[in-house]
């Protein structure tokens, strides 16, 4: 693990980002970086477009999501599971129609941690057989 230098803790506290998991983003980083040169593949940097990182995202979290019901709240599209964005998230005072999430914490509520804005269509594509049956934005 690569240590955090005082300037990044300094940066990280600044921020309100959490250093471990930036030492944790700086390890994946560095195993991404092995894999595509060991696969010949070009090294890009997406900018500021994160479309393919969400859709990367979708893809592999796809049975982690949850769609926004029509009284405003959320529901896991696997079980249907009442499930609230947590207050720690940037997209708390947002109403997405569809996340992806990487965990539930279960408190007074069952909130979702770990989330990101995805496209219903992006989910059906993944998996088509399984989100035709479960969600309700897609294309039926």
Not at 10 to 22: A, D, L, P, S, Y
Not at 53 to 76: K, S, V, W
Not at 104 to 131: G, N, Q
């Amino acid at each position: 693990a690569l240590p955090i230098s005082t300037r990044n803790k300094e940066w990280c506290r600044e921020n309100f980002v959490n250093g471990r998991n930036m030492t944790l983003v700086s390890e994946v980083r560095s195993q991404l970086r092995g894999i595509c040169l060991k696969l010949s593949m070009p090294i890009e940097s997406s900018r500021t477009d994160t479309g393919n990182i969400r859709q990367c995202l979708a893809h592999g979290l796809f049975m982690n999501a949850a769609e926004l019901q029509p009284d405003g709240t959320y529901a896991t599209v696997d079980s249907h599971q009442p499930v609230a964005i947590h207050p720690s998230s940037v997209l708390f005072h947002c109403k997405p129609a569809c996340v992806i999430y990487n965990e539930l914490l279960h408190t007074s509520k069952c909130y979702m941690r770990d989330i990101c804005l995805v496209d219903a269509d992006w989910l059906y594509e993944t998996a088509p057989d399984y989100f035709r049956r479960k969600l309700k934005t897609s294309k039926n």
